[in-house]
Structure formats: structure tokens, C-alpha cells
T-cell receptor, first 113, second 113 residues
């Protein structure tokens, strides 16, 4: 069984600062993918970034990077230079061999001006 | 442009009624998924399909059914709506493989009174 744990129900960050959202996972699949999605107050689910379990380098997409530590089973999202528009709920998710996504409970990020 | 749509966007129904939520995607994806989102639970998988005539139960499938008669559509039916099924429902689709993200529809807010 797959499990995703996000231990931070809420986080606050000042505009223009960096913030790290934590995610740990558990799986018995030898190959898996890790994803981060953003859900703004409008409700849609927006894909941010992906990391494959065999990728040697951490994934980056613009201001988003994924700090992947396989031995620790962690896949933290780093947002650099936070913007007010980054205020949203963030979900970590994992996809295993069955292509299903397992989601964490999310972290609500608030960016303060 | 390819997209995934859900209808209705909002629905109020009474306990005991049968309700069907529609999901239509033009990505030509084989994999389709239904999730429900509730506060404190993140997104939980209800049913999923890997292709036409294929359906599978997710972790919270009781009281729900799906059918897949073509590639584009995966309607979700609540056989006899219950107040515990008040939730936001998301449909998603993806290509095969653990490297591909799921594309989400805009969601349907269902209230069972």
C-alpha cells in the first residue's frame, strides 16, 4: 500500500522568501513517481512538478523545485521567491505501478505581503 | 485544445435519489479516475478505469459505480445518495506509465440534503 504524509497543515511565508513544504512517502513499488499539485481557492487542481524514483537529479520547474531524498523517502517542494499568488493548498501525491495517485492531506500555504 | 470537463458543476439532491456526474475528456487518455475531496482527507480515489469496459474500485467505492463505454467518458453514479456523500468530486485522466501527470477536471460540488 502507498502512503503520503504531509505534516504541515498550514504554513506562512513572507513575500519574496523561499518556503519548503514537507512530504514523506511509503511504498513497496520499486518504481514510482512523485507529484505536487496546487489548488488555489478557485478549486482547480494544477500540476506543478514531477520526480521519478530513478531520476538522479532533483526536478525543477521555474520557481518550483523538488528536494528528493530517496533514502529518507521524502519529496519536499521548495518554492523560491514566494508570490502572493502562491497562496493555495498544496498536495503531494505518488503514483506507483498501478498508475493510481495517492494524495497527502495537503498543506495550506499563505504568503504574506 | 484538449480538455477534461465535468457536469454539472454544482448539484443539490435529496437523500435516496440516484445521481450521475459526468466526466468527458478529449485527451484520448486510456486512464480515467474519480476522486472525492473532503476537508481533512485530501483527495481519495473512488473508482478508476484503464480503458473501455474496464472499471476498478478505489479506496472509497461503497455507494458509487462507474461504467466505461468509450474512451472519452467515465460517468460516476451515486446509486442512492446519502448525506455522507456531500463532497467535491474530481475527475482526472492520464496516459499510462508512472511518469505522466493526471489532468483534472474543474470539479463538481455535490450537496445531499
Amino acid at each position: 500500500a502507498q502512503k503520503i504524509t504531509q505534516t504541515q497543515p498550514g504554513m506562512f511565508v513572507q513575500e519574496k522568501e523561499a518556503v519548503t513544504l514537507d512530504c514523506t512517502y511509503d511504498t513497496s513499488d520499486p518504481s514510482y513517481g512523485l507529484f505536487w499539485y496546487k489548488q488555489p481557492s478557485s478549486g482547480e487542481m494544477i500540476f506543478l512538478i514531477y520526480q521519478g524514483s530513478y531520476d538522479q537529479q532533483n526536478a525543477t520547474e521555474g520557481r518550483y523545485s523538488l528536494n528528493f531524498q530517496k533514502a529518507r523517502k521524502s519529496a519536499n517542494l521548495v518554492i523560491s521567491a514566494s508570490q502572493l499568488g502562491d497562496s493555495a493548498m498544496y498536495f503531494c501525491a505518488m503514483k506507483g505501478s498501478n498508475y493510481k495517485l495517492t494524495f497527502g492531506k495537503g498543506t495550506l500555504l499563505t504568503v504574506n505581503p | 485544445d484538449a480538455e477534461i470537463t465535468q457536469s454539472p458543476r454544482h448539484k443539490i439532491t435529496e437523500t435516496g435519489r440516484q445521481v450521475t456526474l459526468a466526466c468527458h475528456q478529449t485527451w484520448n487518455h486510456n486512464n480515467m479516475f474519480w476522486y472525492r475531496q473532503d476537508l481533512g482527507h485530501g483527495l481519495r480515489l473512488i473508482h478508476y478505469s484503464y480503458g473501455v469496459q474496464d472499471t476498478n474500485k478505489g479506496e472509497v467505492s461503497d455507494g458509487y459505480s462507474v461504467s466505461r463505454s468509450n474512451t472519452e467518458d467515465l460517468p460516476l453514479t451515486l446509486e442512492s445518495a446519502a448525506s455522507s456523500q456531500t463532497s467535491v468530486y474530481f475527475c482526472a485522466s492520464s496516459e499510462g506509465g508512472d511518469t505522466y501527470e493526471q489532468y483534472f477536471g474543474p470539479g463538481t460540488r455535490l450537496t445531499v440534503t
